[in-house]
């Protein structure tokens, strides 16, 4: 997936959510217990699940010497600098245009990096250039992004011998469409049971699974939360000025749009989107998977 200038919507969500809560972090965070479940604290609960990583890819790479680790869908380069910061060699791939100029800029201000920015989809990468490159691929919450035979069949090439790959993001679980209230309403995930099944078939072997939804799930409640009592509101104002100022073209365009604005609102208003719901149909996981 080269990099583009057109949007896809998954990525506008992104663009968004970084926007509009002003965060450095694309990911959920962890909600240990003792932190409380609030707007306030989203950063620090970022911060928490970003010193989880980096926790887990210090224990990893400590018996490697000069270990370099490729940052896989890099969002806006926070991970990657603080790597950086202690002294990895790391590259990154990230397709998103917009997320990679706040990364080229974050490069800018780290004097003597070596970093390689490849702005394009990890299944496009220039598999000579990058062959046996790298200790550690890290996929953090970028996984589902990419197709799994593409993983499967190009993290061998990547990896030296003994890499690892560790992956944190939600699976689907089976009850993915069972056809239950809120199934369709949160898209995106690899069928966990398809994914270990690529696993047996891999040269890969699993040496670490954490479950972490539980952990993961309260960020949901929460963007529920802002979404309905923030968002929602503010859009609807804006609506109403448009239908004040513009009535005909305003219909026009909400009826030319009516399928998208459709999907959106079953997605986003229509109460389906809960941490019960997550729950149910998501399996947020940590995983390290070691080259046989
Ligand atoms: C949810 S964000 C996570 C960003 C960052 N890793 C973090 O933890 O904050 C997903 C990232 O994956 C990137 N991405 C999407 N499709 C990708 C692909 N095919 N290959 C590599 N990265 C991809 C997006 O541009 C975005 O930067």
Known sequence: ??????????????????????VDDLHYGLWEPDLELSLGNLVRAQQRYTDMLLEQVESLLSERPAPRILDVGCGTGHLLQLLIERGYQVDAVNP??????????????????TTTLYETGFESLPCRR??????LLLFSESFQYIP?????????ELLRSGGRMVICDFFKTD???DGGAGDRSFS?????AEFYRCVEQSSFRISHDEDLTAKVSPNIALLDEWLTRRLVPALSS??????????RLTRFVKWVSRHKL?????KYLSGHRSQAVFEKYKSYRLLVLDLE
Not at 7 to 12: N, Y
Not at 148 to 156: Q, V, W
Not at 241 to 247: E, F, G, R
């Open 262 to 266: 459709a999907r959106a609102r079953y």
């Open 148 to 156: 799994l035979s593409d993983i499967f069949a190009m993290a061998p």
């Open 238 to 247: 804006v609506d109403e000025y448009l239908l004040a100022a513009w009535p």
């Open 175 to 177: 009850a993915h469409c």
């Open 130 to 135: 990058c062959q046996h490159q790298y200790e």
């Open 188 to 192: 995106g995930g690899h069928l966990l």
């Open 96 to 113: 998103s245009a917009h997320l990679n100029t706040l990364v080229r800029e974050r490069l800018a201000a780290l004097p003597h990096n």
């Open 1 to 22: 997936m080269p990099a583009t200038t057109k949007m896809t919507s998954r990525e506008l969500g992104l663009v968004l959510a970084q926007q509009l809560l002003d």
